[in-house]
C-alpha cells in the first residue's frame, strides 16, 4: 500500500515533506511578482483618476453654446451649464446633463412658433370666416388663409377678402396647379391645391417656426390645447400629427393611417422642409386619390413617416347633434372642431356662431379642463351624474357604471346618414334603453372666475324638452333647474398622466340647485356609489 501510495504522490506532483532550495526560490519569485504587479496596478488607478476630467467638461468646445443660435436659448444654456457645474455632485450627473441639455435643444412651443395654414374657399369665405375670428389672434399668432380666387368686390367697391380686417390672417391665393394630373371622378381637383398648402406656406420664409398646422375655414382651434399637445413632441424632429375620421368606413375608404385635414394636423418644419423639395413630383404619381388629405398621407409614406395620433383633433364626420360626443370626450385635451357647418349649433336655441361664442367663455377661465367628463352619484337620490365641464351636465335616474358613462351616446348619425352603431371607430351605447332613463341634460349658460376662493363657477341651465312618463319610484330630476359646479383652473392636468378628474354631488342650500365639485381626484378616490 506504501509503495502504491507513493506512486499516486508522485504522479500527481504531491510535494514532499521537507522544503528544498528549489521550493524556497520558487516561493521568492511568486511573491515578488505578485507585488510588482500591484503596485503597478496602484500607480496606473491613480494616474487615471487625476487625469480625468469632469463629465460636463467637453474637451473641443461648449455644447451648450453649440445648441441654440438666439440669444434667448443661449442665456438658458448658459444658465444650465452653471446649475450644473455649482451644484452638488449626484449620482448621475453626466444622465442629468444629459437630459437639461436635450430639453434646450428643444426649446418650448409657444403660439409664436407655430404657422396656421387654413384651407378657404372664395364662395364659402364670407360666412366662414366668422368662425376663424373665434379663435385666430392676430397679436399672438401667424396664419395664411388660402383661397382658390380673388373674392369678388362688394357693390360699395370694398373687398370681402378682409384684408384689412384685423381680426383674420392675412388672405393668399393658391399657386396654379393645372399642370397636375387629376383622375377622381367623385373627387374635385382642388384637392391638389389644398394638399400644396403646407409647402406654400414654408415658402414664404417665415423665421422661427416649430410647426405648420394645417386647417379648413370651418375648423375652430383650441390653440392652449393645441400648444400642450405639440410640447410632448421634439419639432427638430420629423412629426405627422392629426387623428381619424369618426367613420369606420371612411377610415377604411381612405386609410387608418391618415390624419384628416379637416379636424387640423400638425407637421413638424423639418418634415415641411423635406415634404416641399418632393411633393410636387409625389402628388404627380397619385392622379387617382379623391382628396387632399390622402395626397399628403401619401407624400408621408413615400418619407417613412407614420401618422402619431392625437384624439384632440377632431374631424366629426357625423350628422346631427354632438352632445353625445362632447359629453363622453377622451381624456384629452380638446384641439379641434370641424363640420361646424354640418352639424347641429352645439348649444340649443342659438346660432352655431353664437354657440362657440358661448363656448370661448370656459375656454379662457380652464382650457385644459373644457369638455373633460368627470362621473360621480348622487347617493341618496339614486342619479348618475355626468359633467362634461364648460359644455354640459346630464342626470340619469339609477346607477350607471362609469364604464358604460365615458361611452358616447347616439345623438348623432353616420356620415352616410345612417343609424348604425357598427359605422364608428369606437364604442358607443343609445341614447337610454328605458324611458325613465333618458338623461336630464343642462347647458352651460354662464362661467365666471372667482377671484376670491380661486374657483371657477359655472352655471348650467336645464334643457326644456320632453321626457317620456316613468314609474320608477325614485326622485325625479325634473325639479332641478339649475346646477352650479365649483371647479379650479388647472392649467398643468395634461402635465400629469391621464385621468378623468373626479366629481362630488355638495349640499345646496338652493331650491331647484344641485351643487357639484370637480377637481383633481385626491388619493384612493373612485367614481362609485
Given at each position: 500500500m506504501k509503495a502504491n501510495q507513493k506512486d499516486v504522490e508522485k504522479a500527481m506532483g504531491t510535494p514532499k515533506a521537507g522544503p528544498g532550495p528549489q521550493s524556497k526560490t520558487s516561493?521568492?519569485?511568486?511573491?515578488?511578482?505578485?507585488?510588482?504587479?500591484?503596485?503597478?496596478?496602484?500607480?496606473?488607478?491613480?494616474?487615471?483618476?487625476?487625469?480625468?476630467?469632469?463629465?460636463?467638461?467637453?474637451?473641443?468646445?461648449?455644447?451648450?453654446?453649440?445648441?441654440?443660435?438666439?440669444?434667448?436659448?443661449?442665456?438658458?444654456?448658459?444658465?444650465?451649464?452653471?446649475?450644473?457645474?455649482?451644484?452638488?455632485?449626484?449620482?448621475s450627473p453626466l444622465i442629468r446633463d444629459q437630459d437639461l441639455t436635450v430639453e434646450v435643444r428643444r426649446g418650448r412651443t409657444e403660439l409664436k412658433n407655430v404657422v396656421f395654414g387654413i384651407a378657404a374657399s372664395a364662395k364659402l369665405w364670407e360666412k366662414r370666416k366668422e368662425y376663424i375670428k373665434l379663435w385666430f389672434k392676430p397679436k399672438e399668432m401667424r396664419g395664411i388663409v388660402w383661397l382658390d380666387q380673388t373674392v369678388k368686390k362688394k357693390s360699395d367697391g370694398e373687398e370681402e377678402g378682409d384684408q384689412e380686417d384685423k381680426n383674420l390672417p392675412p388672405v393668399m391665393i393658391s399657386g396654379d396647379t393645372s399642370r397636375f394630373s387629376y383622375k377622381n371622378r367623385q373627387g374635385h381637383r382642388s384637392a391638389i391645391r389644398i394638399s400644396r398648402i403646407v409647402s406654400e406656406t414654408l415658402r414664404l420664409g417665415l423665421e422661427d417656426v416649430h410647426w405648420f398646422v394645417m386647417g379648413d375655414?370651418?375648423?375652430?382651434?383650441?390653440?392652449?390645447?393645441?400648444?400642450?399637445?405639440?410640447?410632448?413632441y421634439d419639432h427638430n424632429q420629423f412629426y405627422y400629427i392629426g387623428s381619424l375620421s369618426e367613420s369606420h368606413l371612411q377610415n377604411i375608404f381612405f386609410s387608418y393611417g391618415m390624419a384628416y385635414g379637416g379636424g387640423g394636423f400638425?407637421?413638424?418644419?423639418?418634415?415641411?422642409?423635406?415634404?416641399?423639395?418632393?411633393?410636387?413630383?409625389?402628388?404627380?404619381?397619385?392622379?387617382?386619390?379623391?382628396?387632399?388629405?390622402?395626397?399628403?398621407?401619401?407624400?408621408?409614406?413615400?418619407?417613412?413617416?407614420?401618422?402619431?395620433?392625437?384624439?384632440?383633433?377632431?374631424?366629426?364626420?357625423?350628422?346631427?347633434?354632438?352632445?353625445?360626443?362632447?359629453?363622453a370626450h377622451p381624456v384629452a385635451p380638446l384641439v379641434s372642431l370641424h363640420h361646424l357647418d354640418v352639424v347641429e349649433p352645439i348649444f340649443p336655441n342659438v346660432t352655431r356662431v353664437q354657440a362657440l361664442q358661448r363656448l370661448t367663455i370656459p375656454m379662457k377661465l380652464d382650457s385644459a379642463g373644457l369638455m373633460?367628463?368627470?362621473?360621480?352619484?348622487?347617493?341618496?337620490?339614486?342619479?348618475?351624474?355626468?359633467?362634461?365641464?364648460g359644455f354640459t351636465v346630464q342626470i340619469?335616474?339609477?346607477?350607471?357604471?362609469?364604464?358604460?358613462?365615458?361611452?358616447?351616446?347616439?345623438?348623432?348619425?353616420?356620415?352616410?346618414?345612417?343609424?348604425?352603431?357598427?359605422?364608428?371607430?369606437?364604442?358607443?351605447r343609445p341614447v337610454y334603453r328605458n324611458p325613465c332613463q333618458k338623461p336630464f341634460v343642462f347647458y352651460m349658460s354662464n362661467a365666471r372666475l372667482n377671484s376670491s376662493t380661486d374657483q371657477t363657477v359655472s352655471e348650467y341651465v336645464r334643457h326644456r324638452v320632453p321626457h317620456p312618463p316613468c314609474k320608477w319610484k325614485m326622485a325625479d330630476p325634473a325639479k332641478l333647474n339649475r346646477v352650479e359646479v365649483y371647479k379650479k383652473p388647472d392649467p398643468h392636468l395634461w402635465d400629469r398622466s391621464p385621468r378623468r378628474n373626479c366629481c362630488k354631488v355638495m349640499d345646496s342650500g338652493k331650491k331647484g340647485t344641485m351643487v357639484i365639485n370637480v377637481g383633481a381626484c385626491s388619493e384612493g378616490e373612485i367614481s362609485e356609489v
Open positions: 516561493s521568492k519569485f511568486l511573491v515578488w511578482l505578485i507585488l510588482f504587479v500591484s503596485v503597478t496596478y496602484v500607480v496606473y488607478t491613480l494616474k487615471l483618476v487625476s487625469t480625468s476630467r469632469a463629465c460636463h467638461d467637453e474637451p473641443f468646445s461648449n455644447p451648450h453654446r453649440q445648441i441654440s443660435s438666439s440669444s434667448e436659448e443661449e442665456e438658458v444654456s448658459v444658465s444650465v451649464t452653471s446649475s450644473i457645474s455649482t451644484s452638488s455632485s449626484s449620482s375655414d370651418d375648423t375652430v382651434f383650441i390653440t392652449e390645447n393645441l400648444i400642450r399637445v405639440l410640447n410632448k400638425a407637421i413638424s418644419y423639418p418634415l415641411a422642409k423635406a415634404l416641399e423639395k418632393m411633393q410636387d413630383q409625389c402628388i404627380q404619381r397619385y392622379p387617382g386619390l379623391y382628396g387632399s388629405d390622402d395626397r399628403m398621407q401619401a407624400c408621408m409614406a413615400e418619407l417613412g413617416v407614420p401618422l402619431t395620433k392625437e384624439v384632440g383633433f377632431h374631424q366629426y364626420d357625423v350628422y346631427g347633434n354632438l352632445l353625445g360626443l362632447l359629453a373633460q367628463q368627470s362621473i360621480c352619484y348622487a347617493k341618496s337620490m339614486r342619479w348618475t351624474v355626468s359633467v362634461s365641464w340619469f335616474r339609477g346607477v350607471f357604471s362609469p364604464r358604460e358613462i365615458e361611452m358616447p351616446s347616439r345623438t348623432f348619425l353616420n356620415w352616410y346618414k345612417k343609424a348604425d352603431y357598427t359605422a364608428y371607430a369606437f364604442n358607443t
